[in-house]
C-alpha cells in the first residue's frame, strides 16, 4: 500500500464514523420529538374536554336563561357578580344582586310616633291626668278638645270571637256601653293598641276583674270579666300583646269578654271604630267629635251583620263630615311656626284650636287642626 494513501484512507473512515454519529444523533431527536408528540396530544385528548365542558359552563351562568311564556317569573334569576356591578348600588349574596327599597320602611317609621314607655301616653290630651282605679275619672277635665284624630292602624282584635252583645239599651233603665265578644274561660285576651295599663281592678257588681288601658292613640279600652291578669298597672304594652284571660267574673252570665272604647272617659260606640265582621278597623283614622258620644235607641240585642255595616250618626251640618275643617299631619322637623306660615295661620290660632300651648312638644304623625 502506497504509504500516501494511508491519511487518506484514515481521514475518510473518521468522515464516516462522524457522519454515523450525526445520523444517530438525528435519529435520536426524531424519537425524542415522536414521544413528546405522543405525550402532547395524550394530554391534549384529556385536558380539551375538561376545557370545552368548564367553557360551557361558564358560559350557562354567565348568560340569561331563555325562557318561555309559561314559566314562573318569581323563580327567574340573573346571576351577577359584584365586579360587574361596582357603578351600582345594592347588596349581594352568592352572586345575586338583592335591592332594598327603604323608603317605604322610612316612611313608615316617620309616621310611626315614637314613645317613652316610661311616658304617660297621651298625656297633653288628658291635662296630666293619670289614676290608677275607675274607669271615667275625667269629670272635671278642662280644655277638652273638640275634635281628635285617633291613629288606627296598629289594630289588634282583643279576642277572636264574635260578637254576642251590642252597644245599645238593656230593657228601660240599664244601658250597655260596650259590646260583648265570645270567649271561653281562659282564652287570651290581647291589647288593641299600643299603650299603658292606666287601671287593674276588681269591681263584684260590675266589670269582676278588668283593665283600662290608656294608649299612644289618644284612646283608652276597656277589658271586662277577665279571670286572670298578666300584667300590672303602669306595664307598658303593645298591639297584640297579651294582657288577661277572659273569663265570667263580676256581673256576668257566661264566658265573654266585655270591651269598651272611650276618650276622655266617655264611651264611644265601638263599631263606628271597628269592623266586628271582618276584625279590622273600618279606616286608618278616626274623627272624634261630639256626634261619637251620641247613644242609640237600639237594643244591645241587636246584633250587626255583614250586609249592614254599621253608620255613625252624622248631621247633615256636621262642618267636621263636610270638610270644612283641615288637619296637618305633623312630620319630622315640623315646627308651630312652619305650620302657621304654611297654612296662613297664626300660631296662637293653631293653639287655641288645639288647645295646646305654643311650647307643646309636637309629635310625628299626630294631626293638628289648621282651620
Not at 281562659?186 to 292606666?198: E, M, Q, S
Amino acid at each position: 500500500m502506497n504509504p500516501v494513501s494511508v491519511p487518506i484512507i484514515t481521514r475518510m473512515m473518521n468522515c464516516n464514523y462522524k457522519n454515523i454519529q450525526i445520523l444517530q444523533r438525528i435519529n435520536k431527536i426524531k424519537s425524542q420529538v415522536a414521544m413528546d408528540s405522543n405525550h402532547f396530544f395524550a394530554k391534549a385528548r384529556v385536558l380539551l374536554p375538561a376545557t370545552l365542558m368548564f367553557v360551557s359552563l361558564n358560559a350557562f351562568t354567565q348568560s340569561t336563561p331563555a325562557t318561555s311564556d309559561k314559566s314562573r317569573p318569581e323563580i327567574t334569576a340573573r346571576q351577577l357578580h359584584s365586579s360587574s356591578l361596582s357603578d351600582e348600588v345594592g347588596l349581594f349574596a352568592d352572586g345575586l344582586k338583592l335591592k332594598m327599597d327603604l323608603s317605604v320602611l322610612e316612611e313608615a317609621e316617620e309616621r310611626r310616633e315614637s314613645f317613652d314607655p316610661n311616658e304617660i301616653p297621651a298625656d297633653d290630651i288628658y291635662g296630666g291626668m293619670w289614676v290608677n282605679q275607675h274607669v271615667n275619672v275625667y269629670g272635671s277635665l278642662q280644655n277638652a278638645p273638640d275634635t281628635f284624630i285617633v291613629d288606627l292602624e296598629n289594630f289588634t282584635m282583643p279576642v277572636v270571637g264574635h260578637m254576642t252583645s251590642n252597644f245599645g239599651r238593656r230593657g228601660s233603665r240599664r244601658y250597655h256601653y260596650g259590646i260583648d265578644l265570645k270567649a271561653q274561660t281562659g282564652d287570651t285576651v290581647y291589647a288593641a293598641f299600643d299603650g299603658k295599663i292606666r287601671v287593674k281592678q276588681f269591681e263584684r257588681r260590675g266589670y269582676g276583674y278588668y283593665l283600662v288601658v290608656r294608649h299612644v292613640n289618644g284612646l283608652e279600652t276597656v277589658y271586662g270579666h277577665l279571670s286572670k291578669f298578666l300584667v300590672d298597672e303602669n306595664d307598658f304594652v303593645r298591639s297584640g300583646q297579651p294582657i288577661g284571660l277572659a273569663g265570667n267574673t263580676g256581673r256576668s252570665f257566661g264566658s265573654h269578654l266585655h270591651f269598651e272604647t272611650r276618650f276622655l272617659g266617655k264611651p264611644i260606640n265601638p263599631n263606628f271604630i271597628i269592623d266586628f265582621q271582618n276584625k279590622v278597623t273600618h279606616r286608618d283614622e278616626y274623627l272624634v267629635t261630639n256626634s261619637s258620644y251620641r247613644k242609640t235607641s237600639n237594643s244591645s240585642k241587636s246584633i250587626v251583620s255583614s250586609s249592614t255595616p254599621y253608620k255613625e250618626p252624622a248631621a247633615s251640618t256636621n262642618k267636621y263630615v263636610s270638610g270644612d275643617v283641615k288637619y296637618h299631619r305633623i312630620k319630622k322637623g315640623d315646627t308651630l311656626g312652619a305650620i302657621s306660615r304654611r297654612y296662613g295661620v297664626s300660631v296662637s290660632q293653631l293653639c287655641s284650636m288645639n288647645n295646646i300651648s305654643a311650647k307643646t312638644v309636637l309629635r310625628i304623625g299626630k294631626s293638628i287642626r289648621i282651620s
